[in-house]
Each structure stands twice: as structure tokens, then as C-alpha cells.
Nanobody, 129 residues
Framework: QVQLVESGGGLVQAGGSLRLSCAAS????????MGWFRQAPGKEREFIGA????????YYADSVKGRFTISRDNAKNTVYLQMNSLAPEDTAVYYC??????????????????????WGQGTQVTVSS
């Protein structure tokens, strides 16, 4: 099982950009599909997007499509979330997650019987207006 550590969060003005990184320990990183989620105060965790084990395919929530991009570097055991055109409603704690199955990541927030194998500790992103 991998362990995940996010970094790159912070305070940014509306319209700005941030890139989050999620570094994984262990030799099995390429065995996991990776996902990004976020949770704002008082709200449920929201799926942002996910990437396949090879990095060949990505999936995004409609709320971030066209603004956020997920990529991964299996040689560096790292997955990235590039966030552009940030808005105050993007303010949240951002989490990366790993699961052997991409489908699990995609349906996690809609299927309460689904369990994601590994979560990071989260990193705060605050977008000021």
C-alpha cells in the first residue's frame, strides 16, 4: 500500500493558478489509479478528477473541466493537479487518493458503499476575491 503526501496549497487571488503535488511512497505507485477530491467547510467531499494507472486517460467533474488538469509521473511517484482560473468557490481542502480501480475513485462520492484504499492528509487551497 502507498502513502500519500500532498503539497502546493496556499493562498491565491481569484484568476490565479496553483499546482498541487501528491507524492507517493512505495514501489507500487503505478498500480494505482489516482484521484483528486476537495472538501469545503460544511460541505461533503467532492470528486474533482482522476487519472488511470498509466496516465493515458483522465476524467473530470464538470465544475473543473477546462480549468484543472491532472497528470502523473510514475518515475517520480507523483500525481499533479494544475488549477487555473481559480475562483473563491474553489476554496477547500484538497485531497489526493489512490485506488487500484479508477471506477472506485470516480463513483466514491455518489456510491456510499465504495471505499477508497488510500487518502492523503489534505492541503488547504484558499482563493481570495
Amino acid at each position: 500500500q502507498v502513502q500519500l503526501v500532498e503539497s502546493g496549497g496556499g493562498l491565491v487571488q481569484a484568476g490565479g493558478s496553483l499546482r498541487l503535488s501528491c507524492a507517493a511512497s512505495g514501489r507500487t505507485f503505478s498500480s494505482y489509479a489516482m484521484g483528486w477530491f476537495r472538501q469545503a467547510p460544511g460541505k461533503e467531499r467532492e470528486f474533482i478528477g482522476a487519472i488511470t494507472r498509466s496516465g493515458g486517460s483522465t476524467y473530470y467533474a464538470d465544475s473543473v473541466k477546462g480549468r484543472f488538469t491532472i497528470s502523473r509521473d510514475n518515475a517520480k511517484n507523483t500525481v499533479y493537479l494544475q488549477m487555473n482560473s481559480l475562483a473563491p468557490e474553489d476554496t477547500a481542502v484538497y485531497y489526493c487518493a489512490a485506488d487500484p480501480t479508477l471506477h472506485t475513485l470516480v463513483v466514491f462520492t455518489t456510491d456510499k458503499d465504495t471505499t477508497v484504499e488510500v487518502w492523503g492528509q489534505g492541503t488547504q487551497v484558499t482563493v481570495s476575491s
